[in-house]
């Protein structure tokens, strides 16, 4: 049995402005060196499906990385570093289950098919405004829709839109780890601060008479001291950022994969079935989301000892971008028989809350796009976002014509 720390594993630059634009044959290369491990600056790699859902189900000895994070951002006691320690991804146990218990209802499927009005009358209303300029940033415009969709679900005015998209841009950048975007995403924390204790205390002085929201839920939950004003204030930071990055970039992605194939593209705009398995197959060929872990003892695998304190790290947005889990991994094909599952939401106790949310979320989206974003060109995307954390396109200029509301 040998310790990982004594064996010649192949080395993923996962940091890099490269590695972000193509990063699947660095993956491939790396599975060809070793089945499953690999090295990058901050630790482990698992590159094997099977090996990422053999170690999750140990969850119970791994912990959450964030309080790492925060040091190595020499960010300790700081406003954005405070956050990122109490938050909901960084609970582990009673502490986590806390949390999610108290939200579970609000984000089931049900709840989100009883919302898919409103984000098809969010996503007519963005398109309204934007598709009269005839060319824009697609990801640009992305953007908005899931903090609009987030707004109307805890009640705010989407007037709010613009204040808060640069202050979730800056907090997507956390688990990049670049020093560089310290500032901004302590600003990014302060500004969603403001915003949502000014939003509390306004539903407070003026509840509202309407249907139940997800605001109301958790002032009844703070209510019964369930929950500090600390805690709500931070979950609701929480609510909105952990759904923002994500759907924005992948729908994005999405429109990245649709553009240079127009019959795909228009058949999404007509047929919802196939809309859903566009985004499917979107998610197995390469979704958003890397997770990591840090071992709390030594942890044996297949014959390897990865030794306590280590950091690993759950490439999940391409794990089944593997030719031993799926035929033709390079290939797009939303109508390719049922293989592999992907597991783009993440797994175990920690698996993605707001899951549901998202699919719904962008394949109403997508649908709506498609049928009134006619002929879409783009000259493919302006740059990447960091492959750790939310990996995703950085401006991806389209220009098309309009077609009928």
Not at 365 to 392: D, E, S
Request: include cysteine; proline fraction near 6%; charge should be negative.
């Amino acid at each position: 049995m040998q310790r990982g720390s004594e064996l010649d594993l192949p080395y993923l630059t996962m940091e890099s402005d490269a590695f972000a634009a193509d990063p699947l044959p660095h993956f491939a290369r790396a599975r060809a060196e070793h089945p499953w491990l690999a090295r990058w600056v901050l630790g482990y790699v698992v590159t094997d499906y099977k090996a990422m859902r053999d170690l999750y189900a140990r969850e119970g000895e791994m912990g959450q990385l964030y309080d790492q994070i925060v040091e190595i951002m020499d960010a300790k006691n700081t406003r954005w570093g405070d956050f990122q320690q109490r938050h909901m991804l960084n609970q582990m146990g009673p502490a986590h289950k806390r949390y999610r218990d108290m939200l579970q209802s609000s984000f089931t499927p049900r709840r989100m098919n009883e919302l898919r009005p409103l984000m098809r009358q969010t996503m007519n209303e963005l398109l309204d405004e934007w598709l009269p300029r005839g060319a824009f940033d697609f990801e640009e415009f992305a953007s908005y829709y899931p903090i609009s969709v987030m707004c109307r679900m805890i009640g705010a005015s989407p007037s709010v839109v613009p204040g808060l998209r640069g202050a979730m841009e800056a907090i997507g950048l956390s688990t990049s780890m670049d020093k560089r975007w310290l500032p901004a995403m302590q600003e990014g924390v302060e500004r969603m601060e403001r915003f949502v204790v000014d939003l509390v205390a306004e539903r407070r002085a003026a509840p509202h008479g309407g249907q139940e929201d997800l605001l109301d839920l958790l002032l009844a939950i703070r209510d019964r001291d369930e929950l500090t004003d600390l805690e709500l204030h931070e979950l609701l930071i929480f609510l909105f950022v952990a759904g923002y990055d994500t759907s924005k970039n992948m729908t994005t992605l999405v429109m990245n994969l649709l553009i240079p194939r127009p019959a795909m593209y228009q058949r999404v705009g007509q047929d919802p079935d196939y809309a859903k398995r566009v985004l499917d197959e979107a998610l197995r060929y390469h979704s958003t989301t890397s997770t990591q872990r840090v071992l709390l003892a030594d942890m044996e695998y297949r014959g390897v000892v990865l030794e306590k304190g280590a950091i690993v790290w759950f490439p999940m947005s391409v794990a089944v971008h593997d030719e031993r889990y799926v035929s033709d991994p390079d290939g797009f094909d939303p109508d390719r028989k049922a293989e592999t599952a992907h597991i783009a939401f993440g797994l175990g106790p920690h698996i993605c809350l707001g899951q549901y949310l998202a699919r719904a979320l962008i394949q109403e989206g997508l649908q709506l796009i498609a049928r009134r974003m006619r002929n879409p060109r783009t000259t493919g995307p302006q740059g990447w976002r960091p492959f750790p954390g939310a990996w995703g396109i950085r401006g991806l200029p389209v220009q098309f014509e309009m077609g009928e509301a």
